[in-house]
């Protein structure tokens, strides 16, 4: 059984979570998570998909990115670094607004995301 959690593989999901997002395949992106994953932004409420910010599950997934996506034509981004542990790793990109972020991304056993979380700047 492969290793999902070596830090080339981890590295290498981060370059491909980054292309799956600028190549706007939504479902290249969902192919990455878990069936239960849940996914918390404070970018959640204002979209209308639940006052505590977390997502949960891929039909949720797939229902707030598909908005997200349609509000963001021009969304793009450009990779910054890769932070790894042994069972997550962490994408520090810039988006198209010119605005840094860091996704925490989980691993599950299989080497599927089970849980992200997108921290953005206070200000």
């Known amino acids: 059984m492969p290793d999902f959690h070596d830090p080339p593989r981890l590295a290498a999901l981060g370059r491909d979570w980054i292309a ?3 190549a706007r395949d939504l479902e290249r992106v969902l192919a990455m998570y878990a069936e239960d994953a849940e996914m918390t932004s404070d970018r959640i409420p204002p979209l209308g998909f639940g006052a505590s910010g977390t997502v949960r599950g891929k ?3 797939r229902a707030y990115w598909s908005t997200a996506l349609a509000k963001l034509p021009e969304l793009h981004f450009e990779l ?5 542990s042994p069972d997550s790793v962490v994408v520090f990109y810039q988006n ?3 605005k840094k972020i860091c996704e925490y991304l989980r691993l599950d056993a ?3 995301i089970r849980q992200g979380s997108a921290n953005h700047l206070v200000g």
């Open 96 to 98: 198209e607004s010119g």
């Open 110 to 112: 299989e080497g599927k």
């Open 80 to 84: 910054i670094d890769l932070y790894v």
């Open 20 to 22: 799956a997002w600028n």
């Open 59 to 61: 039909v949720s997934l």
